[in-house]
Structures are given as structure tokens and as C-alpha cells.
Nanobody, 125 residues
Framework: QVQLVESGGGSVQAGGSLRLSCVAS????????MGWFRQAPGKEREAVAT????????TYADSMKGRFTISADNAKKLVYLQMNSLKPEDTAMYYC??????????????????WGQGTQITVSS
């Protein structure tokens, strides 16, 4: 049984930083696409960043480029999202997601099989 558990959420002022962590248990294949998604109140869930654990290739949403960094520790089955220069519009519930893949990541939430419960980020101005 695959389980994803996020941590590191909280409240921060604009311009601040936070690091989210996601521990993945139950993934038996080392070839995985790991992703972070977010959903703000009244909005659809959107992709933030993905990383392919085989080669470390990362992809970011345009609005996160240069501010957010996704990384993975394959040995510990951890995925991180370092968020810098946070803005009030980054306020959302952030979700970790995973899918086993032999061909890399697909930039779509429908492509992910497993989801965490989410962790809330609130950025005040």
C-alpha cells in the first residue's frame, strides 16, 4: 500500500521561505515521477513541480520558476519542495503525488496514481 505524507506547511509572511517534505512508503519501483500540486480556495488544483527519480529531471510551473526547487532523496524516499520569495498568491493546500513510470513525468494530475492528504501554506502580505 502506497502512502504519501506531507509535512512542513504553515504560515509565513510574503518574501519568506518554507520547505515541504513528502515521505513515500510502499513504492516498490525506483522509477517514479514525484510531483507537488496545489489548490487554492475556489480554484482548480494545479501542478507546481515534478521530478523524475531516475535522472532527477525537474519541471516547474512558470510562476514558480526561480522561486521553487523540487528535489528527491531516493534512498530515504523523500521529496522536497523548497519555496522561496513566497507571495500571498502562493497560499493553498499543497499535495504530494506519485506515479510509477518508466518514461518520465507527465504534467497532469490525472497521470498520478497516489496522493497525500495535503499540507496548508498561508502567505500573508
Amino acid at each position: 500500500q502506497v502512502q504519501l505524507v506531507e509535512s512542513g506547511g504553515g504560515s509565513v509572511q510574503a518574501g519568506g521561505s518554507l520547505r515541504l517534505s513528502c515521505v513515500a512508503s510502499g513504492l516498490t519501483d525506483r522509477r517514479n515521477c514525484m510531483g507537488w500540486f496545489r489548490q487554492a480556495p475556489g480554484k482548480e488544483r494545479e501542478a507546481v513541480a515534478t521530478i523524475y527519480t531516475v535522472n532527477g529531471r525537474a519541471t516547474y510551473a512558470d510562476s514558480m520558476k526561480g522561486r521553487f526547487t523540487i528535489s528527491a532523496d531516493n534512498a530515504k524516499k523523500l521529496v522536497y519542495l523548497q519555496m522561496n520569495s513566497l507571495k500571498p498568491e502562493d497560499t493553498a493546500m499543497y499535495y504530494c503525488a506519485a506515479r510509477t513510470s518508466t518514461s518520465g513525468c507527465i504534467w497532469s494530475e490525472e497521470a498520478f496514481d497516489y496522493w497525500g492528504q495535503g499540507t496548508q501554506i498561508t502567505v500573508s502580505s
